[in-house]
């Protein structure tokens, strides 16, 4: 550090590397060097000196391990707050964080990933890798979409697009978000044009594309003008999927909207959103029902908002009424109406109070809950996210024959589940009073009809009201099993025919496959010689039973066990590809090798627009008042493909980003500060211009 040898030393310095300069080394006629070495400048270049690595410390591989590392941390965290909905301003405590409590850690003191950072790797290191990799599935296989339309009031409406593909990688279907293709226009050709438009940007033909999978709105499915007919433009046999889950919804609205047009002063959606806002923003009247529950030995319960457009959300309010209903009726009972110059008035405080004075009320209620049972099993069926179409027209007759059921007679039900008589023939004959129930008969409940009649004998109601009220009952029976009669694809021939993929449970015979190769046979093209064996595999698959799938395949397969009887319900798309992996006898070829490649076309094939449901769930969960500046087709639509494109069922801490993204994220951050420098350069460029010309 002092080199004593120098050609500027004199009798009285030395010269100093480190500061590059002498230093007076004589102080009050002694030799000291502590003076120069306790100085601000001499301090500053030591302490720069043992913060600097020096060259060698980059070859050392040690040390690039630990970067790796490093970056590494970095990626998985960005992906864990896409994964959990958390603001990327998070990221910015994440590293101080991290090197108070992991002291110790060299990955920790290495950490330096704040809210930029974590965007920039999420936008544009992860989420090119994973749509890379669904475009690559898309290009080579077979796929189906599925697109809804937002609610927003918003400059861009969203019509998030989602993949259903067989990813052979996972042994199964998996759905994949592919683009949130924003646009400003409403209509078909708006809606069309900028799905086609994601697709090209990456090669995508229609081609390849066998079903569209679209709520039921005519701007989707209407004959003239809609989204259905630009697609078939591109592929004409492409496959229309409408969504059972919304008909069925909307069976149940039809239903209870004509129940209460019989049942005389009452509404029960007007009810429960009364019932909700009366206590929302009150404690006191919150508190003052906790007591009437107490009373009424009941436990307090929140009052659930009712929302006319959520599936399954009628039944869900009725029963949480039904469950408060003694403590609510006291409670209601107990106010004083309002009144204006001493006459009651229209408010929600009267509503309330002339509405649980009726003594049906808690039957009218239990009826509707009771009632709406069977559209909502249906419901939460199509709601699952494991291929469905092989038992979808069985499921949608089932709830149909079982509306039926509930008010017409035994011989029509049993002509109907039959088939012996034409839809015409089924409307006719449920107006026909001779083909209905008789009061006593029709469903209602057991304890509605229990308590109806000790109503009747007490003398609360009379037989006018009773009368009325089964009125009510058979419209609501007849409105629903009309409504879905006349909505659900029950004579679609191809959801018939997909039966013949349940082989744990057989209904079809080789012409079913045969009318399913024939539809499908743009995607799936067999010769006369695959034909002759097509026939043959499907003739041993007659023979094969649950038993005799390899246990590893079952474990794998199961969805549920029903705890009552043991009984396990399957994926039928895993269970064919270890079918597919059977193979016959000293041989490498498998058994159902052609069976297997009609099965992963058909099996891609949406059932409902569940799906497309969750996206908007998990864009409500993110796009919230406080990260409202959240770009639709940036971020926002990065944080739905990093929670949707990652192997199912993959957990946050599980995910393994590939050495490709690791290497990418070391550059993405250096990327985006050059590109917006350079933006801001040439704004401030165009302002000095303006300045110079005086505007």
Same mark, same amino acid.
């Given at each position: ?35 120069? $070495? ?56 994440? %590293? ?13 003191? #290495? ?101 569209? %999978? ?7 499915? #209407? ?77 307090? $319960? ?14 869900? $309010? ?32 009267? +509503? ?66 039959? #088939? ?28 509605? +009809? ?22 009510? $009952? ?118 159902? +090798? ?51 494109? +990652? ?49």
């Amino acid at each position: 550090m002092i080199q004593r040898n120098h050609p500027k030393n004199t009798n009285t310095s030395l010269y100093c590397l480190l500061c590059e300069k002498s230093v007076v080394i004589e102080h009050q006629g002694k030799l000291d060097l502590t003076r120069h $070495c306790r100085g601000k400048s001499h301090t500053a270049m030591m302490n720069a000196k043992r913060a600097q690595s020096s060259i060698t410390s980059h070859f050392n591989p040690q040390s690039s391990n630990i970067n790796q590392q490093i970056s590494l941390a970095e990626v998985k965290v960005a992906g864990f707050l896409a994964e959990h909905n958390l603001p990327f301003a998070t990221a910015d405590h994440l %590293g101080p964080l991290f090197k108070s409590i992991f002291p110790d850690s060299k990955i920790a003191k #290495g950490y330096a990933c704040g809210k930029t950072k974590a965007s920039c790797i999420l936008n544009r290191a992860i989420v090119p890798n994973l749509q890379s990799t669904l475009v690559e599935q898309m290009q080579s296989s077979c796929f189906s979409i599925a697109t809804d339309g937002s609610n927003d009031q918003g400059l861009k409406k969203m019509n998030p697009v989602t993949v259903r593909l067989f990813d052979i990688n996972q042994h199964k279907v998996v759905t994949k978000f592919y683009d949130m293709c924003a646009t400003t226009s409403s209509t078909a050709v708006g809606i069309f044009t900028a799905i086609d438009n994601a697709l090209i940007k990456n090669d995508i033909t229609w081609d390849k594309c066998v079903s569209l %999978g679209v709520d039921n709105t005519s701007v989707n499915v #209407g004959r003239h003008n809609s989204v259905i007919v630009e697609a078939r433009k591109k592929n004409e046999d492409i496959i229309l999927m409408g969504c059972p889950c919304h008909i069925a919804h909307n069976t149940a609205n039809k239903a209870t909207n004509s129940f209460v047009k019989v049942a005389n002063n009452f509404d029960v959606e007007q009810l429960l959103v009364d019932v909700y806002f009366h206590f929302d923003y009150s404690s006191k009247r919150k508190n003052l029902l906790t007591e009437f529950c107490e009373f009424c030995d009941q436990q307090y $319960c929140k009052i659930i908002k009712f929302h006319s457009v959520r599936w399954l959300g009628l039944s869900t $309010c009725i029963e949480r009424v039904l469950k408060l209903f003694p403590s609510l009726k006291s409670y209601f009972l107990s106010l004083s109406p309002d009144m204006n110059n001493g006459v009651e008035f229209e408010t929600r405080n009267n +509503r309330l109070i002339n509405t649980f004075k009726h003594p049906l009320l808690e039957l009218f209620l239990s009826f509707l809950h009771a009632s709406l049972q069977p559209l909502i099993t249906l419901n939460l069926l199509l709601q699952r996210t494991d291929p469905l179409i092989h038992i979808l027209h069985d499921a949608l007759f089932s709830c149909t024959s079982l509306l039926l059921s509930r008010f017409a007679s035994p011989q029509l039900v049993g002509q109907y589940r039959r #088939g012996v008589l034409s839809k015409e023939n089924v409307k006719a004959k449920v107006m026909d009073p001779d083909n209905v129930l008789p009061a006593s008969k029709i469903f209602v409940g057991f304890l509605v +009809r229990g308590k109806i009649n000790s109503l009747l004998d007490q003398g609360d109601i009379s037989e006018q009201q009773k009368s009325n009220f089964y009125d009510a $009952c058979l419209e609501f029976h007849r409105t629903a099993f009309l409504y879905a009669l006349d909505n659900f694809p029950l004579d679609d021939d191809f959801l018939k025919h997909a039966r013949f993929l349940n082989f744990v449970d057989p209904k079809c015979t080789f012409d079913s496959v045969l009318f399913v190769a024939e539809k499908l046979k743009k995607y799936v093209h067999f010769t006369q010689q695959q034909l002759s064996e097509l026939e043959q595999e499907f003739l041993l698959l007659q023979s094969i039973t649950i038993e005799d799938m390899p246990q590893h395949a079952l474990d794998e397969a199961v969805v549920r066990v029903d705890p009552e009887s043991d009984s396990k319900i399957y994926r039928m798309d895993v269970l064919w590809y270890h079918l597919f992996k059977m193979n016959i006898p000293g041989t490498t070829r498998s058994k159902f +090798r052609n069976l297997f490649e009609l099965a992963k076309v058909v099996l891609c094939i949406i059932h409902s627009n569940a799906e497309e449901e969750s996206v908007f769930s998990r864009v409500r969960k993110n796009l919230t008042p406080q990260r409202a500046s959240l770009e639709i087709e940036g971020t926002l639509s990065s944080i739905i493909s990093f929670q949707l494109n +990652r192997p199912q069922g993959e957990l946050c801490h599980q995910y393994k980003p590939s050495s490709e993204v690791i290497a990418r994220s070391k550059k993405v951050t250096w990327e985006y500060n050059k590109e917006h420098s350079s933006q801001r350069n040439q704004s401030e460029e165009v302002e000095t211009d303006i300045d110079s010309d005086g505007s």
